[in-house]
Structures are given as C-alpha cells and as structure tokens.
C-alpha cells in the first residue's frame, strides 16, 4: 500500500501542481492531506478549490481555522517582532480574500485521521495528536514523543505544521514529519511531500518537486503581501 501524504501549502498553488503531478506519477493508494492550506502566498482560492477536487481526507490545520473563523490569531508561533507583525498581515489578508464558501470548508476540516492496515496503525495530525499548533521538531527527546503517544492506538504518527522533514524509529513508534508543500524551512526551496510504503513494515521517502516561481512572483506583485514571503523562496533557489 502506498500513501502520498502533504501539508503546508500555504496558497502556493505552482507547488501543489508540482507535488499532485509527482504523486500521480507514484500511482499511490491513497492521499491524506495534513492542513494549512492558505497563508502567506496570494493563491488561497485557488489552492482550496484543488483540494477540494481531490476528495482525499484533509486535516485542519491552525492557519486553516484562523481563517475560517475570522481569529486575530493564526496559532503560529513568531521568533521576531519583525516576523510577527509580517505574519499578522498575511493573516488579516488571507481573511480578506479567502471567500465565505471556502471559510465554510476550512471550518469542516478534519481534527485527526487515522488508519489501520494489517501491519500499521497510523494517525495524521497537523501539528501534535495534543494540540493544532504544537510543534514537533526533529530534536525534540524520545520520552516527549512517547509520552504524547501512550494513550493513542497508533505506532505511526505522522505530522506537519513546522515545515521541517524528519523520520524518527522510537522503539515501536514512528515519527515521520511531511516537511511543506509551500514554505520549506530546511533550507531545500522545493515542495516537499512523503511517500509511505506500508509492506511488513513501513518505508518512508521524502520527495522534493521543482516548480515555475515566475507565476507566483506576478501574483505576489498584485497584491498588498509582503515581498519577503517570495524573496525567501527566489533565495533558496539561486
């Protein structure tokens, strides 16, 4: 059994077009998307309507209920003043943009999503199976992850939201983060997505999709988002 899994896309439609191509090409079983469809980049409509094309299960993500629900706050988690206060823009004009029908589908995500195969039982999470917005780095210790897994039925966890790939084996538990469709934080421009491939065990592959930048830079160009969202891209390219 093969399954495509992504998130983070941030209203980056070109990467998503990048990721669904590779992943059809990968003639997988199934797709499972971990959330955060919109923020930052200017494709919020566009990027929902393909998901919802899809008809795959679609996690929440906290960007996804900030908008849907018109909060002051996306539950994302800011180094720098300088980065706050460019976050609370890309908010309020996502909110602006995004329509009330697509508002109304990012409300009815999914809160979790699990899966039992004969040989795995997985849960997909967006950011933690305890919180919307925790993140989970790489780094973090092994007694944090099984304690936050000792009540779940899962041996495989499988998240998002910090934008940063990573595959951990924690004696029977497997932590596997998707990295971002998007906005990578890796230092790796490209759209990332993972391919699990469940046999006796479970196999990850993370996979990193090239895509056209000089569409999103005109739509960055027409609208009131900063630049600094694309530039970090266009730098990570050169």
């Known amino acids: 059994m093969k399954i495509a899994v992504f998130s983070d896309i941030h209203a980056n439609r070109p990467a ?9 090409k990968s003639r997988v079983d199934q797709m499972v998307c971990l959330g955060d469809l919109v923020g930052y980049a200017p494709l919020p409509n566009e990027t929902i309507a393909r998901i919802r094309s899809l008809d795959v299960p679609v996690i929440m993500g906290n960007y996804d209920q900030g908008v849907g629900n018109n909060l002051d706050d996306c539950g994302c988690a800011y180094r720098t003043d300088e980065e706050k206060s460019l976050g609370q823009i890309s ?38 199976p305890r919180r919307i917005n925790e993140y989970l780095f790489p780094d973090r210790p092994d007694v944090s992850f099984l304690h936050m897994m000792e009540k779940e039925k899962a041996n495989v966890l499988v998240c998002g939201h910090t934008h940063l790939p990573f595959h951990r084996s924690i004696g029977s538990l497997t932590v596997v983060n998707d990295g971002s469709v998007g906005r990578p934080r890796d230092g790796d421009w490209r759209a ?38 694309f530039n970090a891209l266009e730098a990570k390219n050169d």
């Open 16 to 24: 998503l077009e990048a990721v669904l191509t590779d992943i059809e």
């Open 91 to 128: 908010l309020e004009w996502t909110k602006d943009n995004v329509t009330q029908e697509n508002k109304t589908y990012l409300c009815s995500l999914l809160p979790r999503y699990e899966l039992d195969t004969a040989e795995v039982k997985i849960l997909f999470v967006h950011g933690s």
């Open 192 to 229: 990332g997505w993972i391919l699990l491939t469940i046999s006796d065990s479970i196999q990850v592959e993370f996979r990193r999709c090239k895509y056209q930048l000089n569409f999103l830079r005109e739509r960055y160009e027409k609208t009131q988002l900063p630049q600094t969202f």
